[in-house]
């Protein structure tokens, strides 16, 4: 179900979701391009899209496919590998930066859950638990490595040329493999795999 029907059936319920998505999604790319920025590249600052501000992140695509269907995406902050400082390590460490930035939301999220719990109902704790399992969700999915997801990018910085020139050739077709393979149900044991790893790393943070 998209989150335009639950405007319409439980408002409340829309913006608990829709803004915690929203933002992770937001701070996902931005992870991006302050690592990027942090290891040589420029890029990003120079566009401005080392910012929270909505308006500079989100694809009109994406966004109305997230409204619609409940799966969208922002628009990619551009990276020019060829500035960072070391190829392979920056490739790994940007291609890391939003899987990291997620995980690190989910477990404040649960964190802050946890110090509140003596309470856990009301609008406050609904935010937190909505942003710790989408944060999860992000986290996981962006693992998958299949191009342009940022699982690929991080198999490439460990791979041979031939094997990353392999992965970028099938790039252009990429979201159309997800999206199959999503709706076929074939990538579901390995989200859930990369869910249980991410949720059990947080909880040797949080005992």
């Known amino acids: 179900m998209g989150l335009i029907n639950l405007l319409f059936k439980d408002p409340i319920s829309f913006f608990i979701i829709a803004i915690p998505l929203l933002y992770s999604i937001i701070i996902h790319e931005l992870a991006h391009g302050w690592v990027a920025y942090k290891m040589g590249d420029p890029t990003a600052k120079w566009l401005g899209r080392l ?23 922002a628009k990619p902050v551009p990276v020019n590998f060829n500035n960072l400082y070391h190829e392979r390590m920056g490739l790994i460490f940007v291609s890391s930066a939003g899987i990291v930035a997620n995980i690190i939301l989910a477990f404040l999220s ?15 704790s609904n935010m937190l638990f909505y942003f710790a399992r989408i944060n999860i969700i992000l986290a996981a999915f962006n693992l998958i490595p299949i191009p342009p997801l940022d699982g690929s990018k991080i198999l490439m910085g460990f791979a041979s040329k031939r094997f990353q020139y392999t992965l970028a050739r099938l790039e252009p077709y990429g979201m159309f493999i ?26 040797l943070l949080i005992p």
């Open 51 to 73: 910012s929270l501000n909505p308006l500079r992140h989100l694809d009109p695509i994406g966004t109305i496919m997230l409204f619609v269907f409940g799966f969208g995406w």
């Open 110 to 124: 649960l964190f802050l859950l946890r110090l509140i719990s003596p309470s856990p109902f009301g609008v406050i």
């Open 178 to 203: 997800i999206i199959g393979l999503l709706f076929i149900g074939v990538l579901d044991p390995l989200i859930t795999l990369f869910r249980y790893i991410i949720m059990w790393v947080i909880g």
